[in-house]
């Protein structure tokens, strides 16, 4: 079955202090994997697409990178408007245009 | 540039009742979705929509119906609310993308529905 799994659930920073978010998927013929930001009380906006292992995206403070079995997205020196629940979401072969989500990573960055 | 809007914005409903959510899109956009949202378990799809006139079902249709008679417009129907079905609604839409990447356009969603259930 496939599955993508969010790590941790939620992550408490200090502004300044970089860290990482874990995506990792067990999937038949990927196409691709999105990141998502959503904030309190809105949909999800895009933030990068990923197609194959060894892609990185950069934007601003974030970072997204793709292996075979995971992706990463790291925040870099965090503020205060970083904090959202992020979400990855995998595209596979066989789902047509069907994305298959996480439980997503609420980040939360203190001043 | 509105995208995609969803109405209402909140709505309560007691058990048995029905009601329609409402979601247009105005980038002309041929793919339409709706997920729900519940606490920390990611969206799921209920139904998507291909163009005017298609829809078919995602991984948690039971309780829900659509239909897509323009391209702008993708309306989700409850026909007899239950307590499950209280949580977070999205509406979403996509194009098609071009070339070897041509499922891989992003989603555009809406600001959601909170419905309860009581």
């Known amino acids: 079955e496939d599955q993508v799994t969010q790590s941790p659930e939620a992550l408490r920073l200090q502004e300044g202090e970089s860290s990482s978010l874990n995506c990792s998927y067990t999937v038949s013929g990927l196409r691709g994997l999105f990141w998502y930001r959503q904030d309190p009380g809105k949909g999800p906006e895009f933030l990068f697409t990923l197609y194959s292992a060894g892609e990185e995206k950069e934007k601003e403070r974030l970072k997204a990178t793709l292996t075979k079995k995971e992706s990463f997205l790291h925040i870099t020196a965090p503020k205060p408007e970083d904090s959202a629940t992020y979400l990855c979401a995998v595209l596979i072969k066989a789902a047509g245009n069907k994305l298959t989500f996480g439980g997503g990573t609420r980040v939360l960055v203190k001043p | 540039n509105a995208g995609v809007t969803q109405t209402p914005k909140f709505r309560i409903l007691k058990i048995g009742q029905s009601m329609t959510l409402q979601c247009t899109q105005d980038m002309n956009h041929n793919y339409m979705y709706w997920y729900r949202q519940d606490p920390g378990m990611g969206l799921k799809l209920i139904y998507y929509?291909?163009?005017?006139?298609?829809?078919d079902k995602g991984e948690v249709p039971n309780g829900y119906n659509v239909s897509r008679s323009t391209t702008e417009d993708f309306p989700l129907r409850l026909e007899l609310a239950a307590p499950s079905q209280t949580s977070v609604y999205f509406c979403?839409?996509?194009?098609?993308?071009?070339?070897?990447?041509?499922?891989?356009?992003?989603?555009?969603f809406g600001n959601g529905t909170r419905l309860t259930v009581t």
């Open positions: 979403a839409s996509s194009s098609p993308g071009q070339g070897p990447s041509s499922y891989n356009s992003p989603l555009h």
């Open positions: 929509s291909v163009g005017a006139g298609i829809t």
